[in-house]
Nanobody
Framework: QVLLVESGGGLVQAGGSLRLSCAASGLIFNNAGMGWFRQAPGKEREFVADINWNSRMTHYAHSVKGRFSISRDNAKSTVYLQMNSLKPEDTAVYYC???????????WGQGTQVTVSS
């Protein structure tokens, strides 16, 4: 059973930073692409970023490029999302995903709330 557990969400002022973590189990993490999605109230879930198994390839949504950074530690089976220069429009539930595409993923975490106040 694949289990993805996110942590690190919270309330932050605009311009601040947060780092999300996602601990994975039940899959061969070293072989798995990983990613982050988010869903704001009243909106559809959207792709944020992904990273391939050896960290050599990353992709970002246009709205977060230059502000967010995805990374992974295969020894810890953990993927991270460093979020800087946060904006109120970044407010959403952030979901960790395993084996993602730009639209969906095979496995999902339970989500962590990120709220950015203006």
């Amino acid at each position: 059973q694949v289990l993805l557990v996110e942590s690190g969400g919270g309330l932050v002022q605009a311009g601040g930073s947060l780092r999300l973590s996602c601990a994975a189990s039940g899959l061969i993490f070293n072989n798995a692409g990983m990613g982050w999605f988010r869903q704001a109230p009243g909106k559809e879930r959207e792709f944020v970023a992904d990273i391939n198994w050896n960290s050599r390839m990353t992709h970002y949504a246009h709205s977060v490029k230059g502000r967010f950074s995805i990374s992974r530690d295969n020894a810890k089976s953990t993927v991270y999302l460093q979020m800087n220069s946060l904006k109120p429009e970044d407010t959403a539930v952030y979901y960790c995903a395993a084996e993602p595409t730009l639209q969906t993923a095979n496995y999902w975490g339970q989500g962590t709330q990120v709220t950015v106040s203006s």
